[in-house]
């Protein structure tokens, strides 16, 4: 089992930066990890929830969405077991749920390929 503890989320103003983080833990992830693949994804008010990043666990190799292209970044520390998102420029549109996850096996934007899931951190951004 993989279990993911997600935290840094906050109020912030249009325009400004935050960083979540998202913790894994868990044997199969410790023994295993370079099998994974990452990924955040946000959840808006009576929305689905939206593709935002992934990480290839083992290469590094990042995919985003448009919408965050070029303001996020998404990066892992291997040491720590520890996933991250640096988003900045934040828009109102930013708001949301933001959930990390995690599959064995390649990286995708499918949420229903993740098998793994954190709680979600809330990110409101004020304009």
């Known amino acids: 089992q993989v279990q993911l503890q997600e935290s840094g989320g906050g109020l912030v103003q249009a325009g400004d930066s935050l960083r979540l983080s998202c913790a894994a833990s868990?044997?199969?992830?410790?023994?295993?990890?370079?099998?994974?693949?990452m990924a955040w994804f946000r959840q808006a008010p009576g929305k689905e929830r939206d593709f935002v990043a992934a990480?290839?666990?083992?290469?590094?190799?990042?995919y985003y969405a448009t919408s965050v292209k070029g303001r996020f970044t998404i990066s892992r520390d291997i040491a720590e077991n520890t996933l991250y998102l640096q988003m900045n420029s934040l828009k109102p549109e930013d708001t949301a749920v933001y959930y990390c996850a995690a599959r064995s096996g390649p990286v995708t934007t499918s949420k229903g390929a993740y098998a793994y899931w954190g709680q979600g951190t809330q990110v409101t951004v004020s304009s």
């Open positions: 990480i290839n666990w083992s290469t590094g190799n990042t």
């Open positions: 868990g044997r199969t992830f410790s023994t295993y990890a370079s099998m994974y693949a």
